[in-house]
């Protein structure tokens, strides 16, 4: 999380509203590189208290939000006078210009918003051109504080209300230009700023996403369980739960599948910032180099992505289970090793729940290998729910026989 504030001094030329200011700081926006901004005023968010409350009641939160309620709808809580807040989106591509070579290895697939370089990278440097651009224009006595994803602030409640563009009953803001393939930002001042218009919501009788979600993690009225959400479960660090595994196909992070189906993103894709490009080789990786990736290795070929945020773990235990629902027998000899040999168990683990589905036929070679590695299991006493996974795998593979 990123948050520092510039200058501390406050001084009464700051709190003049000026509609040139406004329109100085849109052009500044324009100069470096920003694809659209938005104002709205620092007022509270408490009208989302309610929601958010039923939210963290009936476990529908990730966890990776921000812990402190209060902060997340009180701009003054986390600020020293805040008046406005900037709000600004940077439109990332949707569909990839290349592809990646065919090598006879399968191949995953991280989601778009995790093509290119980390975009809280990318946006942080945007706004940090703003908000000098912005100081210059203002004077030295206009405080700033930017923040992006992980901030206190909810970003699509405040882009929704700095006129942005809408919330969708996925959840996500959708922009009239850019769609929903926008990542979104903002900055909080002491400057006074004349506020945009919020825009309602545009889905009317639509309800695409919420009849492609897999999983039913949206809720229809713009919140969804996000404990559901293929994007959170392809980031989750333990055991993935059964249910989930073959709902992720081959997609190793995140999840597209509500924004693709959305009628406002039809023929939406801007490549508009270098920095985004997606690396084919980086964004459908084979699959089976990523089961023996060194911790250099990982850093090297997957490091700068907004993907890799989690670490290594999670990836290859998504790649195992996208070789799963890819059947890829010739997988098989790798993930023996991997199962006999890694170090971590989840991943032993997944490994076996993989074997189990890929096998094809009875094979009892196959089983004997698993029996032996269920009880080193055993004999380490590693958690059910690990060893579990060798028992099913043997089961599975034992139903062939008839
Ligand atoms: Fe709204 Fe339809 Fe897009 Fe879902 S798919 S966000 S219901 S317009």
Not at 246 to 265: A, E, L, W
Not at 378 to 385: K, L, P, S, V, Y
């Amino acid at each position: 999380m990123l948050i520092f504030e510039h200058n501390q001094t406050k001084g009464p030329e700051c709190m003049t509203p000026t509609a040139d200011l406004k329109q100085r700081i849109i052009a500044a926006s324009h100069e470096v590189g920003i694809d659209k901004i938005g104002f709205t005023t620092a007022a509270n968010f408490e009208g989302l208290r309610e929601s958010l409350t039923e939210q963290i009641k009936a476990g529908h939160t990730s966890g990776f939000e921000h812990p402190n309620l209060d902060e997340r709808l009180n701009p003054d809580l986390i600020f020293d006078g805040p008046k406005s807040i900037i709000a600004i989106a940077l439109a990332y591509p949707s569909r990839m210009t290349q592809r990646p070579p065919k090598t006879g290895l399968k191949r995953g697939q991280f989601a778009r918003a995790s093509w290119g370089e980390d975009y809280h990278g990318i946006l942080r440097e945007k706004m940090n051109q703003l908000i000098e651009k912005t100081r210059m224009l203002a004077g030295a006595d206009a405080r700033f504080k930017p923040m992006v994803d992980t901030g206190e602030l909810i970003d699509v409640a405040v882009a929704n209300r700095a006129g942005l563009g809408f919330i969708g009953k996925n959840g996500l803001l959708i922009t009239e230009e850019f769609g929903s393939f926008v990542y979104l930002g903002e900055i909080m001042t002491n400057l006074t700023l004349e506020p945009d218009t919020p825009i309602a919501c545009q889905c009317g009788d639509c309800t695409r996403c919420l009849d492609a979600c897999p999983v039913k993690a949206l809720l229809g009225d713009g919140r969804m369980n996000a404990q559901r959400c293929l994007s959170y479960q392809t980031q989750t660090k333990g055991m993935m739960a059964d249910e989930f595994r073959p709902k992720i196909r081959n997609v190793i992070y995140g999840c597209d599948i509500c924004q693709v189906v959305c009628p406002y993103n039809r023929g939406k894709d801007f490549h508009l910032h270098e920095k985004m490009a997606p690396d084919p080789e980086k964004v459908r990786p084979e699959l089976l180099p990523m089961l023996t990736l060194s911790n250099r290795q990982f850093k090297d070929q997957f490091g700068e992505m907004a993907g890799a945020w989690r670490g290594k773990k999670p990836l290859q235990r998504n790649a195992i289970i996208a070789l799963a629902n890819l059947h890829d027998q010739s997988a098989l000899p790798q993930l023996v090793a991997v199962m006999q040999a890694d170090p971590r168990p989840m991943i032993r683990a997944t490994a076996a729940y993989a074997i189990g589905e890929i096998v094809r036929k009875y094979d009892a070679e196959m089983i004997e290998i698993l029996r032996a590695q269920y009880q080193r299991e055993a004999d380490a006493d590693q958690a059910i729910e690990f060893r579990h996974e060798f028992e099913r795998a043997i089961n599975r593979i034992n139903e062939l026989k008839h």
